[in-house]
């Protein structure tokens, strides 16, 4: 019996910690991807994409196409200076191309997004098997503001 009553403290307190407030909204944007060969610029179809931070995942098409709606934005909160958007990371595989991954890629709130990855196949000079990883750089601008916030 206390077996049975331990679960069910465990299981409720495990709901209860996995459970959003409800007054805070996720922000969400929405991302367009565009998979292509990196040396000969074709479409690469059935790329998995993955967007770990919200376990979103997508299949390129034809067309080395995918969507992914509903897309989690996550806002750098250690500066003093608010950048005028969130970031994501996002993943790729397909067999017989290098793993590829983007980290802090750019989104604002509503906003849609286009990314175009290019993919190496295991068999180039760039195809060593290591994943192909890349991160997308700040704002200009914003670079600008706290560079001269910490001016001397």
Not at 34 to 39: K, L, W
């Amino acid at each position: 019996m206390k077996k049975i009553i331990s679960m069910f403290i465990l299981c409720a307190l495990l709901l209860f910690v996995g459970c959003k407030n409800n007054n805070e909204v996720q922000p969400c944007g929405e991302v367009n991807f565009t998979v292509v060969d990196g040396f000969s610029g074709m479409p690469i179809e059935n790329v998995n994409i993955v967007i770990p931070e919200g376990n979103l995942t997508g299949v390129t098409d034809s067309l080395g196409k995918c969507n992914i709606n509903n897309v989690p934005i996550f806002y750098d909160e250690r500066y003093p200076i608010k950048q005028g958007y969130g970031t994501f990371s996002v993943l790729g595989y397909k067999e017989g191309y290098n793993d590829y991954a983007l980290f802090f890629a750019h989104l604002k709130e509503g906003e849609l997004r286009n990314i175009k990855i290019y993919m190496f196949t295991v068999d180039t000079p760039f195809g060593s098997g290591t994943p192909l990883s890349t991160i997308e750089s700040p704002d200009n601008e914003w670079v600008a503001e706290l560079l001269e916030k910490y001016r001397k």
